[in-house]
């Protein structure tokens, strides 16, 4: 063969055609149907399509037919054959055999001229002479001849596509089995047979095509030719290789049998084994297999589907088509093509079937067939090949066969990975294959894990994944023991090591080790433990501490390839976290991620690990994050409850066990007491017996122990010994417990084995239980002697050893020599062990029979695609998964990092706020408010803040030592943003978070970072805000000059210090500055203080408690003194050199959290009912202690207390007299600096009428706070506002128990305006002779104008007296002296007020009021003190030369007004006093008040008034009969002498002018008409004598005013 022919047979795989398989997923549903009608051809849809050709087909034909009959001919042994291969035509006229061009496949004989290496061959050579003397005729050379039918029957072709199939490719599969042939000649051969098929010549459509693809698979399995150039064979074998790829591939591949693909895999495993083929071939054969595997197992997908539901019919057929289908791959030859130059008789290694030359031999070549072609059925091929092709790649992974390299188990575990990956899912589906999977693939893969060749780890590991992955449901224990081994090799047993910027409550939560693992003894109460340095780190660790770190790698690559599966960490906690028997598998991988996610984790392993395990945790995180918003799915899952309750029962067991393994008596009490188990000792061994968390040493010892018999019968009760040898039963006793050390403990046990071995095991070779006891005793002894390690060197018991010993114990004979043969044979094969305590093959041979036998009863993997058990997973798993976020992000410098874990944390918030986790919320927001820097205990120094203003267009920004710090740390700011996004729409599961973000409020509010709210509640409170310290200074640097020179920055410092202000800030602090005030603008507060206003009272109730929680127990030492400097807060320099006094300091925090408190508890009755009790009783701690707080906090206290008490008043968390009661005792200087908003709550609380202010404006504190705070000049005006909408409210407000406190206090406010006669006084002085054109009704002073106002306020209270005293419950006398008594007691006070304007309006009241119909009654007792109480004393005052010197103009008039309201009052009840028997001495009592007033010494106006009003007084009462001569009316003779007595003393000639005493006619008395008339006459005169004083005192009165 040419140079380019090699080149374009090598190159002959660049021409095949791409096979696809993804024509089963794009077809659609008719598609489907249409496959499942009309059979396996049309599920060839998906396999590729023909090459066209621009050539004749026939013609190409042709030529390939000549091209290899040219290249047979230049070899010597045909180079004398006949040309009908090239001329055509017939070369052999004889009939050689059946009229076919083709013995038919499947028959004996077709498998003989198929194999024309056999007997065929030779008998033909023989029969031809190709091998007699030189020059005899080979003309019909049966290879040429071949090529001549062929070239014959394609003359009469016209379409290749109708040509028989088999026909065509007969002389050509000839060339392929003769071993004969040359390499060349073979790949010629193959060449063509590839382009038939690619070009389609040989196609579904073709005659015979089925046969054609058996014939073509027979051939190239057993291909067989000269072995020459080593290069040549391997291009065969590689075009072999294509060929059955491109056969399995194309339309043909569906029809192969399952014994042709068999053929075709083993061929294809053969190349890949063997060792003399180069790297390069096997690599091919690798992948060539690789891709043939993807096809065939893609194929058992179709098969499904044709299948449909009946799947077990499908198995059942494949268990019935297995006996034909053996693969047996040769894996250790050299040779994997036979060739004629193998030794004679040495048996074919690539052969499909075994009898193939056998079949050669038995049947003479060129014998018809048996049986017809038509009458052959080739069945596609199916599971049985499937089966047998997995079940030959899974037997190539056996660690345990010396026979099987490394290499060949890579091989296959790539070639099982495919498969896997292809049909991973229809393999556990179908047992045939699902028991492969389960048993020893699984086995041989946990045990190749265990590897160091790191080859075969990384592909056991993979093929492992994708095992679990696809089949895990049908592997409920084999993954449990595969994630354990894994755990168990990466979990890292050293403690985390100190970070010094990283707090160790930050990653508190990360398991120090898995679950089920104790912590080692040297750990105990040991405190901080020492760091263990780097180097030893790797040497350190359980089963798999020794792993390389490339081993570790791999392993957490495998791990994170898990848990990507969004259902995979689910399924792991339904199915072993909430199962009593199994591990918290999920619960320990989480566990595992976090640990090995942190930096250190490196140092053991590799520096791809933590990054790996960091994107295996926040995977997890997201997929519960991604099915937050799914819709739960119910159907056929275990429920949420079950699994919680089988939760909560499996900790009582570990619990139960793990106190059993200390003492037993107590594990067992604790166990029965949480009803685990029942109270009878069968239910306790088998518990025992059952559980894997009791220790089996504890165990041995437990049940071995005298008092424990009960428990020992019970237990070995369990086991079933009937049919078992001794030895066979001890062993099964022996695996269950740790037999104890001690002898009589031992003998114990083994007494009770005895008895119950003979009892029970139905065996007839041991005689008595003694025999059982002493064989007993005899195997322990053999299994130490056998195995033991101390032994190594010594001679060990040999079997005549053994019978010897037991010599007459079986009932005084001996046991059978067979049986005793056996039992020792076993023993010294098996050593019986406790699997938990070796770490061989035997205690894994023995683990995996135990985990086999449970599999029945574990039951089926749970899938669970569903969100319904995410709360409970997370809740379960959230603790290492937030602190390893957070530990990552205080270490982290990655950008990529920072990003991955922001998202995670706030996923994980997003999580535990959907499900309502609280305490994982908080710890977040605790771990975030960490990293802020802003969470410390107390607040910053605010003294130095100082505010720049950077330009005219910008606000001015605070510059403070917190400001600049956080500025200036961009990790610090990262965790303020995202802890402010985790709080925002999370408010409602936050519980003791609050406290950590409230400290970071605080802080922020402190340092003028944050406003006091962002909404508008606390505008209900009409409350200025909350004042701040001032800053040190004040710089605006937008109106500072350019000029920046040396002069002047130092003339700056110089200025500066002399001041001893502080220094200006620097550019870089400004800028930090700023940056933190944009930091705390992203965060969005407002929204977080919106959401917060609208939560329901249940989750409001954590935040106040955390807000309460705040405030400090000692306010005079809590906090740093903060110099606040408002008005109402005056500031001493700082540099004054005096002592500070010990005042109390202003802390803006806590009114802050009172403030806000207060607004968020008014908010409604629930929140009144909720919140309110727990704010009013920190308010009134204030309030108690009023004096050792600033007057700021306290005035505001009260006012929130004020507020609460109005929202509050149907509960009983204020009661009014109680908070009135701590007003009214505060020191009167605080009271009055907390005066306005005092009164402001007060206010609030009375300004509508109901229960509250009546309680309130009774309470004598009220009335107190009120009088002490009427004579503020900034509290008297609200006082008073208070006091007269109490008076003049509707309803009035005043009532018997405050009627006399708020006279009282009306009083003192009408007795303040006395101000105003200093005014009046002047005026009158400087215009004493000008008549003002006007009367001013009032004067403009406000304290003269509430003076006015309290007159007539007291004035109008004499409206409500009857009703008061209808009211009361007093005698008449107490009655009348409660109520009207302390207005004419207020009005005789305020007549002598100095002010004219009071006490005018006071003296016209007191007319009124003394003239009032309703003040007179019967009981003279009571009305007539009006005289005692208020008249006299009036006037007496009113004689006071301290009275009379403060308006002396003013006081005589008044003087005069009094006497005549004195007469005109005696008048007006006269009749009344006429009738009581002390009016004699009232009217003395009247005569000497007016003698005093005529003696005062005042001048006219008195001289004059007081004879004229007597004068009345005389003739009306003369005219009424009442004061007559002696001479008229005996009885009156008294009065009539005791009045002029006293009257003749100051008015001597007032007798006689009024001559009383003439006589008159007798005649009748006065008509009534005449009575009346004088009366009236009386009354003018005596209004005649007041007109001119009156006119006067307001002549006076305006004269005042306009001056």
């Not at 391997?234 to 194309?250: P, Q, R």
């Not at 205080?890 to 950008?895: E, F, P, R």
């Not at 007319?1407 to 009032?1412: A, E, G, P, T, V």
Request: with cysteine; net charge negative.
């Amino acid at each position: 063969m040419s140079q380019d022919e090699h080149n374009n047979t090598t190159m002959e795989p660049e021409l095949a055609p791409e096979s696809s398989t993804s024509g089963l997923t794009l077809q659609s549903a008719s598609q489907t149907t249409a496959m499942n009608h009309h059979g396996p051809i049309l599920n060839t849809q998906y396999r590729s399509r023909p090459v066209a050709v621009a050539v004749d087909p026939v013609s190409l034909v042709i030529s390939e037919c000549i091209s290899v009959t040219s290249a047979m001919r230049k070899h010597a042994r045909w180079a004398g054959s006949s040309v009908s291969s090239i001329l055509g035509g017939n070369p052999n006229p004889i009939q050689l055999g059946p009229p076919s061009p083709l013995l038919r496949p499947g028959s004996k004989g077709s498998t003989t001229s198929m194999g024309v290496d056999g007997a065929q061959d030779v008998g033909i050579a023989n029969r031809w002479g190709l091998r007699g003397k030189k020059g005899k005729s080979m003309q019909d050379n049966p290879l040429m001849a071949g090529f001549g039918r062929l070239r014959h029957e394609l003359s009469s072709c016209k379409n290749i596509h109708e040509f028989d199939a088999p026909a065509l490719l007969n002389p050509f599969l000839q060339v392929i089995q003769a071993s004969s042939t040359s390499a060349p000649i073979t790949i010629l051969a193959l060449k063509a047979i590839r382009k038939f098929l690619s070009y389609g010549f040989i196609s579904p459509t073709s005659p015979r095509f089925p046969l054609a693809m058996q014939s073509l698979s027979t051939a190239i399995t057993h291909c067989r030719f000269e072995a020459s150039d080593s290069a040549q064979d391997e291009v065969v074998l590689l075009m072999i290789l294509h060929l059955m790829e491109d056969m399995l591939s194309g339309p043909g591949g569906a029809l192969l049998s399952d014994e042709s693909v068999c053929e075709m895999m083993e061929t294809g495993l053969t190349m890949c084994c063997q060792s003399r083929l180069s790297e390069l071939l096997r690599r091919t054969a690798e992948a060539a297999m690789v891709r043939m595997c993807q096809i065939i197992f893609e194929h058992l997908k179709h098969l499904e589907v044709e299948a449909g539901d009946d799947l077990e019919a499908l198995d059942n057929q494949a268990n019935g088509d297995m006996e034909g289908v053996k693969m047996v791959p040769s894996t250790n030859g050299n040779d994997v093509i036979a060739s004629s130059d193998a030794p004679a008789g040495e048996p074919r290694e690539s052969t499909g079937s075994e009898n193939t030359v056998d079949d050669a031999d038995a049947k003479p070549p060129g014998e018809p067939s048996d049986f017809d072609d038509d009458s052959i059925e080739i069945k596609p091929y199916s599971l049985p090949s499937m089966k047998e092709l997995f079940r030959v790649l899974v037997d190539l992974l056996d660690p345990h066969d010396k026979q099987q390299g490394d290499t060949m188990r890579v091989m296959a575990l790539r070639i099982i990975h495919v498969a896997l990956e292809v049909a991973g899912p229809s393999i556990a589906r179908h047992p045939a294959l699902a028991v492969v999977a389960e048993d020893r693939l699984c086995r041989h893969l946990f045990q190749l894990v265990r590897s160091d060749n790191m080859a075969i780890l990384q592909e056991s590991l993979i093929v492992a994944g994708t095992l679990l992955e696809t089949c895990r449901g049908v592997l409920k224990l084999q993954q449990e023991l595969f994630l354990s081994y894994l755990i168990a090799c990466l979990h890292p047993p050293v403690e985390i090591p100190r970070e010094a910027n990283i707090d160790p409550s930050l990653y508190d939560g990360i398991p120090q080790r898995p679950s089920g693992v104790k912590p080692p003894p040297s750990q105990a109460n040991s405190g901080r433990s020492t760091p263990v340095p780097v180097k030893d780190r790797q040497k350190l660790g359980m089963e798999g501490g020794a792993r390389k770190p490339d081993a570790r790698q791999a392993m957490v690559e495998s791990v994170s390839a898990l848990t990507r599966i969004p259902t995979f960490l689910v399924e792991l906690f339904v199915n072993y976290d909430s199962d009593a028997n199994r591990g918290n598998l999920c619960e320990d991988m989480i566990g595992l991620l976090s640990r090995s996610a942190l930096p250190d984790s490196a140092t053991w392993s590799t520096t791809s690990v933590p990054p790996l395990c960091l994107d295996a945790l926040l995977g997890f995180v997201q997929s519960i994050a991604d099915r937050l918003d799914d819709v739960p799915v119910l159907d056929g899952l275990p429920g949420q409850a079950t699994l919680r309750e089988e939760r909560r029962r499996k900790k009582t067991i570990v619990k139960g066990a793990t106190k059993f393994n200390e003492k037993p008596k107590e594990g067992l009490g604790y166990l029965r007491e949480q009803g685990v188990i029942g109270s009878d000792a069968a239910s306790a061994a088998k518990f025992l017996r059952s559980t894997s968390r009791v220790s089996k040493a504890v165990l041995g010892e437990f049940i071995s122990k005298r008092g424990n018999d009960e428990y020992l019968e019970a237990f070995l009760d369990l086991f079933d010994f009937s049919g078992k040898r001794v030895d066979e039963a001890v062993r099964l006793l022996l695996e269950s417990f740790r037999l104890p050390g001690e002898s009589p403990l031992i003998e114990r046990i083994v007494t009770c084995f005895a008895k119950k071995y003979f009892a029970s095991s139905g065996s007839d070779v041991v005689a008595s239980e003694d025999a059982v006891f002493i064989l007993t005793y005899a195997i322990i002894m053999l299994n130490v002697d056998q195995h033991s390690p101390k032994l190594k060197g010594q001679k060990r018991m040999e079997l005549v050893d053994f019978a010897r010993n037991l010599r007459g114990v079986n009932a005084s004979s001996d046991f059978p020599p067979e049986y005793l043969e056996m039992t020792y044979e076993a023993i010294k094969s098996d050593e019986i062990i406790l699997p938990d305590e070796h770490d061989n093959r035997h205690a894994f041979d023995y683990a995996w029979r135990e985990l086999l036998l449970k599999t029945e009863s574990a039951g089926p993997l749970v899938l669970c695609d569903t969100n319904i058990y995410d709360a409970d997973m997370f809740a379960t798993t959230w603790k290492p998964i937030v602190s390893t976020l957070s530990y990552v992000f205080m270490s982290a410098t990655d950008d990529a990092v920072f990003s991955r874990v922001v998202t995670g944390f706030d996923q994980c918030a997003q999580i535990a706020s959907r499900y309502g986790i609280t305490e994982a919320l908080d710890r977040i927001i605790q771990n975030l408010s960490y990293m802020t820097t802003l969470d410390t205990d107390g607040l910053s120094n605010t003294s130095l803040n100082t505010e720049v203003k950077v330009s005219d267009d910008s606000d001015s920004v605070m510059v403070s030592e917190l400001a600049v710090k956080l500025g200036r740390d961009f990790k610090a700011q990262l965790a303020t943003l995202v802890l402010f996004r985790v709080v925002k729409g999370s408010e409602h599961v936050i519980g003791s978070g609050w406290q950590h973000i409230i400290r970071i409020w605080l802080k922020l509010f402190t340092n003028s970072l944050i406003p006091s709210f962002f909404n508008h509640d606390h505008e209900k409170l009409k409350l200025p805000k909350i004042p701040l310290h001032t800053p040190s200074q004040v710089i605006d640097r937008a109106a500072k000059t350019v000029d920046t020179g040396l002069f002047s920055a130092l003339s700056s410092y110089i200025s500066s210090y002399a001041a001893d202000d502080p220094p200006e800030p620097s550019a870089e602090e400004v800028e930090s500055s700023l940056a933190t005030a944009d930091c705390i603008k992203a965060c969005d507060l407002e929204s977080v203080f919106a959401n917060i206003s609208t939560l329901p009272a249940r989750s409001l109730l954590p935040f106040v408690e955390a807000l309460l929680s705040e405030l400090p127990d000692d306010e005079s030492s809590a906090v740093p003194v903060i110099t606040v400097k408002p008005e109402s807060i005056p500031s001493s320099p700082a540099s004054s050199s005096k002592p500070i006094s010990r005042k109390p300091t202003y802390d803006p925090a806590v009114v802050y959290i009172l403030e806000t408190c207060a607004v968020l508890a008014m908010r409604d009755d629930e929140t009144v009912e909720l919140l309110g009790k727990a704010i009013t009783e920190a308010l009134q701690m204030i309030l108690r202690d009023s004096a050792q707080h600033h007057p700021i906090l306290v005035s505001r206290a009260a006012l929130y207390q004020f507020s609460i008490l109005k929202a509050s008043y149907d509960h009983d968390f204020v009661r009014p007299p109680v908070l009135l009661h701590s007003v009214s005792s505060f020191p009167k200087e605080i009271l009055v600096k907390t005066s306005q908003l005092v009164l402001q709550g007060l206010k609030l609380c009375i300004d509508q009428p109901g229960p509250l202010r009546s309680e309130i404006m009774t309470s004598p504190d009220f009335w107190v706070i009120l009088r002490t705070l009427a004579g503020s000049a900034n509290a008297s005006p609200t006082v008073f506002e208070i006091l007269e909408g109490g008076v003049s409210g509707t309803p009035s407000a005043i009532i018997a128990d405050n009627y006399e406190a708020a006279i009282a206090l009306l009083n003192e406010y009408a007795s303040s305006a006395k101000v105003g006669a200093t005014v009046e006084q002047k005026g009158e002085r400087r215009q004493r002779n000008v008549r003002p054109p006007r009367k001013e009704a009032s004067s403009d002073n406000v304290v003269v104008s509430r003076g006015v106002k309290a007159v007539d306020l007291i004035f109008s209270m004499t409206d409500r007296i009857p009703h008061l005293m209808k009211q009361s419950h007093l005698e008449n006398s107490e009655a009348w002296s409660a109520y009207w008594l302390p207005i004419f007691q207020a009005l005789t006070a305020q007549c002598t007020n100095p002010c004219r304007e009071v006490r005018s309006l006071a003296f016209s009241s007191l007319q009124r009021s003394l003239l009032s119909p309703g003040l007179s009654c019967s009981d003279h007792e009571e009305w007539t003190a009006i005289f005692g109480e208020v008249l006299f004393p009036l006037i007496l005052r009113l004689l006071k030369p301290e009275v009379y010197s403060s308006d002396r103009d003013g006081m005589s008039e008044t003087r005069v007004q009094a006497a005549s309201l004195l007469c005109k009052t005696f008048l007006h009840y006269l009749v009344l006093l006429s009738k009581w028997d002390g009016m004699l001495d009232l009217w003395l009592k009247i005569i000497d008040i007016m003698d005093r007033l005529m003696n005062s010494g005042q001048g006219d106006s008195l001289e004059e008034a007081v004879p004229e009003n007597l004068k009345n007084v005389l003739l009306f009462m003369s005219s009424s009969g009442y004061l007559v001569p002696p001479s008229k009316d005996p009885s009156q003779e008294t009065l009539w002498v005791e009045t002029w007595k006293r009257i003749d003393r100051f008015l001597p000639d007032l007798r006689s002018e009024l001559a009383l005493e003439e006589p008159e006619a007798p005649q009748e008395a006065q008509p009534p008409q005449a009575e009346a008339e004088a009366e009236v006459e009386a009354e003018a005169k005596a209004e005649l004598v007041q007109e001119p004083t009156e006119e006067k005192s307001n002549i006076g009165e305006e004269l005042a005013v306009e001056s």
